[in-house]
């Protein structure tokens, strides 16, 4: 294992010591494709040097082997991050994120997006399952939403709620497509193209399922004076 001020090279993995520093937030791991071992191995050394880590698409296992030596490590089922959340620092004041579903199937990418914000300091108002098939139940919470200095929109299926929130508000507005939804849905192709579409004016769109990018997107945002 070598380590010089800017890299720790532990052979599969190069970390990233000035992730920080440049960019406010540690390197976050992302656990899917590598082995139990390889994601604790990091993230071990992670949460020992910085006070919040997050590793997404983990498996409980790798929470499981971090748990005995980090006591402030967590796992969260359903967004499938494992994080250490020891500063609980709100950076930005009373500005709130706001994460959006427009159904209960897209909740795990909107905890993803909903756990990065927090983590990163941000407050954070959940408001779920507000699809436009019940418009009603969106107009209802149209108050709360304006309120929001972001609101993050997670959708499946035709990806339309993402325009119809951009319509309403005159913050900026991240589209999250999910690949809920079947046939020709295309696994989020076809909600992502509608959100990539969009006649509503500042509407920002990231990849299929990407909770995390959005969450660090709205944090970024969040952060702007």
């Known amino acids: 294992m070598e380590e010089n001020k800017e890299t720790l090279d532990l052979g599969f993995a190069k970390l990233d010591l000035q992730r920080q520093q440049r960019c ?4 976050v791991v992302y656990c899917a494709g590598k082995t139990v071992n390889q994601s604790v191995r990091i993230l071990d050394i992670l949460m020992e040097k910085y ?8 498996d409980k296992a790798v929470y499981d082997a971090l748990a005995g030596r980090h006591p402030a490590a967590q796992y969260d089922e ?6 250490q959340h020891k500063d609980k620092t709100v ?12 159904g209960t199937s897209d909740i795990p990418i909107a905890e993803e997006a909903a756990l990065t914000a927090e983590i990163m300091g941000n407050r954070v108002e959940r408001i779920y399952d507000v699809g436009v ?6 107009l209802a919470r149209v108050d709360d939403i304006r309120r929001a ?3 993050i929109v997670v959708a499946g299926m035709e990806g339309a709620l993402a325009s119809v929130v951009g319509g309403l508000v ?3 507005v991240i589209a999250v497509p999910t690949s809920i939804g079947y046939g020709a849905n295309f696994h989020g192709l076809s909600a992502l ?3 990539l579409k969009s006649c509503a004016a500042g509407v920002s769109v990231v990849n299929i399922d990407n909770g995390f990018g959005a969450g660090r997107l709205a944090d970024t945002m969040n952060r702007l004076r």
């Open 24 to 27: 406010g937030f540690p390197e």
């Open 51 to 58: 006070d919040n880590v997050i590793g997404t698409r983990a």
């Open 78 to 83: 359903l967004a499938r991050m494992v994080y």
């Open 91 to 102: 950076v930005n004041g009373d500005r709130l994120i706001s994460v959006i579903t427009a």
């Open 133 to 138: 098939a019940g418009i009603h139940r969106l």
């Open 149 to 151: 200095n972001v609101n």
């Open 170 to 172: 005159d913050k900026p």
């Open 193 to 195: 193209l509608a959100m």
